[in-house]
């Protein structure tokens, strides 16, 4: 049996759909290299104001993908390939306006035609690894689903495992899943920590984790001299990455947060690649361990570019942290799918207690 409470299931799934809400009206509107202000987002979010408001913040495809991905897992008990892809081709037909990917729509409109005969197993993953001239898309849009796994799973073999099939259905490049595997396994290493998190040993166990997903041929450059030193890996990997993180989080280690995101934005960068939204969202959960959940979402959505994506990939890593308890009242309320989420994780935590 698996103890861990259900406070922090829900906040796992709820700080999704929450980041996704609250990033949705900053997403690509801000590029600069430092950011969103701190004032501009308090100015559409603060959870005070928001709670003496009536309105409703909509989800984006990120959640309506979340979505698909849970109630597969949930109505058949276990990875069911068909299913899945099935559930995210009908979420998108049913409500296209939810600012899916430019590609990803090419992967429904293929899945439709198919299930017009029979969509299965051998059919299911053509369209997604005949993306990008067979590269396979290493868009974030497999990595802002997956969350869930890590409720779902209970070995990390599993989870890494489960992480991967879900992902390759859309994300067949090989950064599109390892994105993936990585934010599935923060989520898992969130949920399970005791309080107090040393966030260099956080990043060292992820580290030991990728580097045998990723299975290198070379070795990763470990460059202790200068902290500065960020680009002496010739090939990208979430490894590296990593190893970027534990820097930043080194010299990035003051109160003062305004001054660092420049330097982040630099070096991880916050786009839509998986490369970039994943260790941004992580790095945005642990270089914030000092503050709450509410301040390592505003952190997020500060660092611009992807915000609903980034922030919700942190939600579900802070939320696992933190519990649902620590989510505002307000932004659960404004948020369209917080209960919705919140039902789903009941649905998982159930799973494990029999
Ligand atoms: O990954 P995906 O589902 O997009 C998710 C993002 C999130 O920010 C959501 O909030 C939503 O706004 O979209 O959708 P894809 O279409 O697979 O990938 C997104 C984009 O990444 C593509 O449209 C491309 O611009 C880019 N991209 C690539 N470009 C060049 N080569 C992804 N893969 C490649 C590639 O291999
Ligand atoms: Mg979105
Ligand atoms: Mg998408
Ligand atoms: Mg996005």
């Given amino acids: 049996m698996l103890k861990i409470a259900r406070d922090r299931f829900q906040g796992c799934l709820v700080g999704s759909v929450i980041g996704d809400c609250l990033g949705a009206p900053f997403e690509m509107q801000n590029w ?28 984006t495809d990120d959640t309506a993908m979340a979505k698909s991905v849970c109630s597969s897992l949930l109505q058949c008990k276990e990875f069911d390939a068909v ?22 729509v090419f992967i429904f409109e293929q899945w439709k035609n198919a299930m017009k005969t029979e969509l299965n197993l051998k059919n299911v993953l053509y369209p997604s690894t005949s993306q990008f001239d067979g590269k396979g898309s290493y868009g974030n849009g497999a990595a802002m689903r997956v969350s869930c796994i890590a409720l ?8 890494i495992e489960l992480a991967k099939k879900a ?74 990455q990593l190893e970027i993180i534990k820097k ?40 914030n361990l000092k503050f709450g959940f509410e301040e390592t979402l505003y952190y997020a959505i500060s660092l611009g570019g992807d915000t609903d994506t980034i922030a919700a990939m942190c939600g579900a890593i802070a939320g696992s942290y933190y519990g649902l308890k620590s989510i505002p009242q307000s932004w659960f309320d404004v948020c369209e799918f917080s209960k919705e989420m919140q039902q789903f994780a009941d649905d998982f935590f159930e799973l494990h207690k029999s």
């Fill in 83 to 104: 299913d899945m892809a099935k559930r995210f081709t009908e979420e998108y037909f049913k409500e296209p306006d939810r600012g899916y990917g430019s590609n990803i």
């Fill in 248 to 287: 930043l989080l080194i010299v990035n280690n003051t109160e003062s947060k305004e001054n660092d995101i420049k330097l982040v934005n630099s070096v991880l960068g916050r786009d839509i690649s998986a490369q970039q939204a994943v260790p941004a969202a992580l790095y945005s959960f642990l270089r």
């Fill in 167 to 240: 992902s390759i259905l859309t994300h067949s490049n090989k950064n599109g899943y390892n994105g993936a595997i990585l934010q599935a396994l923060s989520v898992r290493k969130a949920i399970r920590a005791s309080c107090d998190i040393d966030p260099i040993v956080f990043v060292d166990e992820l580290i030991d984790e990728m580097k045998h997903v990723e299975s290198f041929s070379g070795e990763v450059k470990r460059n202790t001299e200068s902290l500065y030193d960020w680009t002496r890996s010739q090939s990208f990997s979430f490894t590296h």
């Fill in 32 to 59: 600069n290299e430092n950011g969103i202000p701190r004032q501009k987002i308090l100015s559409v979010i603060n959870p005070k104001e928001l709670a003496d408001r009536s309105i409703q913040l909509k989800y």
């Fill in 152 to 159: 779902f799973t209970l070995s990390l073999e599993d989870c």
